[in-house]
């Protein structure tokens, strides 16, 4: 049996604004139990708020044991969550890619 993945694609401005809509893309996904695939390759912004979501979709994919993994990040993802010091807790570390 094939494991089925939800991807969720980041806008390229992650902003306050755009948090509702992508929690409830997250909701859903994390509702199917399956597989969460974030893909941040497109973001060239983002806010504390936006990331704050992120941290909160990885800690309850672990809590509801759901796989959730990157399949990319870009450097202005990376950067904001390194200077907020959460490089590791969303799972940015360069072996996770």
């Given amino acids: 049996m094939a494991t089925s993945e939800q991807l969720i694609t980041l806008q390229q401005n992650m902003e306050l604004e755009t948090l ?33 979501l992120l941290l909160a979709t990885i800690l309850a994919a672990r809590e509801k044991s759901i796989h959730c993994h990157w399949r990319e990040a870009a450097a202005p993802l990376r950067n904001a969550a390194a200077r907020l010091g959460l490089t590791d807790e969303l799972s940015l570390t360069e072996k996770e890619q």
Avoid: F, H, K, Y
């Fill in 20 to 52: 509702p809509e992508l929690a409830g893309q997250i909701n859903t996904a994390l509702a199917s139990a399956e597989a969460l695939v974030l893909d941040g390759s497109a973001v060239r912004s983002i806010d504390a708020a936006s990331l704050q």
